[in-house]
């Protein structure tokens, strides 16, 4: 049984907004310990007690995932900071550093004098649909 300290293996489907965002389909199951903080912490409630075979759906919001939006993760900047801003998209993950801290952000739009980036994780905000098979149990 899935317990803290157990070394646990899983095959895996995440679907968001009725897409499919990640699958370990056709890949080793995802291993993790439970307890450490290595997956988002609803999915690691819904499968505490769960053993090999064990298959869950698991609904997880925002707020036992990536958390919610974060307003101030939401910054607006001038264009000549980009070193071509012409071929950046809404969509496009970009990296850069400010106060010697590095970063990656995805361009969330594109106006005549700035670019606003959000800093936000991509799944923030969102609800979580696990489809969860447990492979292994140890511990």
């Known amino acids: 049984m899935i ?5 646990v293996t899983l ?3 995440l ?4 897409q499919v965002v990640d699958s370990s389909a056709g890949r080793d199951p995802l291993s993790y310990v439970h307890g450490e903080n290595q997956i988002v912490p609803g999915l690691e409630e819904a499968l505490e007690g769960l053993g090999a075979g064990d298959k869950k759906t ?3 919001p925002p707020e036992k995932a990536y958390g919610p939006v974060n307003e101030e993760a939401i910054h607006k900047v001038p264009r000549e900071a980009f070193k071509d801003a012409a071929a ?3 969509g496009d993950v970009v990296t850069g550093s400010a106060a010697g ?3 990656e952000a995805r361009v969330a739009e594109i106006g005549a004098g700035e670019i606003t ?3 936000n994780h991509p799944l923030a905000g969102k609800t979580l649909h696990f489809e969860v ?3 292994g149990v140890e511990g």
């Open 117 to 119: 980036i959000d800093l």
């Open 101 to 103: 801290q590095q970063f």
């Open 3 to 7: 317990k803290s300290g157990s070394k």
């Open 88 to 90: 950046v998209n809404v």
């Open 15 to 18: 679907t968001v907004d009725e």
């Open 133 to 135: 098979e447990v492979v």
């Open 11 to 13: 095959h895996y489907k």
């Open 58 to 60: 698991a609904v997880i």
